[in-house]
């Protein structure tokens, strides 16, 4: 553990914040400690949310977000708050003003982002678990991209009292692990009960149009995690979940690349309805990425939507009959992290890569957990991948105790 987390060389927690707070005396936690993503509300201090800006303008929160609150009470303890990309609006984890949170298994790679300072107080053993929140992937990738365990909730799961929003249909809440059995752990204490009309999965399903974002590498070392499973599974098939000659789930013929294009036109959205006001009122210094992505998110804003409205509905309901009783499997990132000093075309190629496997479970409000599978090779060596399994929605107990049950086997 570090000694000091506030001087710790993962630069993973907040400066600002020094927030030590001991759980319960007794409870099923007791013995772990944990970090929060600084859009997580503690009584008596003020979310910095990646900006100083954000920091100066917002007073000290009244209450502890409820996640916090029940986790300090199953006996953890809150060893502090963890830097996140500028209101979570990236997927890179480098804060323009705060610096990179290192990333565990490659100190050359970004970490992930948005709640890139939980993954690497993770990775870093800084802390054992540590929450984030997930819109467009923020706990899954930098899990994958740090090698360690992550969990997005079903949407709805979680109260998300007390966090700072940024697309609420999108945002769920979710936690990093270094292992499966402390991902479980956590999860019996903040999930609520498993849906009663579940059907056992046991049907793995390997999404085939999924793969394709993936670079060969990736996609080789995902398929060997599953072949180290299938056994587990009364039946594997592989499966497109965006035909594109299907026009519910397809509408231009361009299968998932139809769900990204969705996606982007309905989260900046949202974004603005949650800060547009503040940003005018305020006018606070961004990164010029997240600069352009805001100013992009206001002028969507302003136009009407138009065309498919009713595709998410369509993607929910489809997917929910093809989980009954089966999993879904994808590579959980399509590629090892990048470079931090890469160029800048590489990221925006990353998060069109990124968003056709994340916006799967985000659109449909399904829960996926992320599972280490080991290292894939790029131009500048190997680093860390990782597999996800998505389950129905409101089966997010039973995906855990899935997870734990590959993950022994592809660790063998």
Known sequence: MQSDLFADQLNAFCRHSRVLIDGAATGPLKGLTFAAKDIFDIAGETCCCGNPDWLASHDPARQTASVVDALLRAGADLRGKTLTDEIAFSLNGQNFHYGTPRNGA???????????????????????????????????????????FG???????????????????????????????ILSRVGDVLLPPDRGDLTPMSTLLIAEDAFAFASDAVAAKVRQAIGKVTDLFTAQN????APGDDDDLSPTGQGLKDWIQWFRGHQPREVWASHGAWIERVEPRFSPDIDARLKLAKQLAAIPMTGEDGLRERVTA????????????????????????????????????????????????????????????DDHGKAPVGLSLIGRRGSDRALLQLAARLAGRIAA
Do not use: Y
């Open 151 to 181: 969990i997005r909730a079903s949407h709805d799961a979680l109260s998300l009292d007390g966090v700072m929003p940024l697309a609420p249909s999108f945002d769920v809440a979710g936690w990093f692990a270094r292992s499966a059995d």
């Open 238 to 241: 592989s499966i497109t979940l």
């Open 106 to 148: 490659d100190s050359d790679r970004i970490p992930g982002g948005s709640s890139s300072g939980s993954a690497a107080a993770v990775a870093g053993k800084a802390v054992d678990f540590a929450l984030g929140s997930d819109t467009a992937g923020s706990v899954r990738i930098p899990a994958a991209f740090n090698g360690i």
């Open 318 to 377: 489809a997917l929910d009959r093809l989980l009954d009783g089966a999993v879904i499997v994808i590579p959980t990132a399509p590629c090892p992290a990048p470079l931090k000093d890469a160029p800048a075309e590489v990221f925006v190629d990353l998060r069109d890569r990124i968003l056709g496997l994340t916006s799967i479970s985000g659109l449909a409000r399904l829960p996926q957990v992320q599972i280490p599978v080991g290292l894939a090779a």
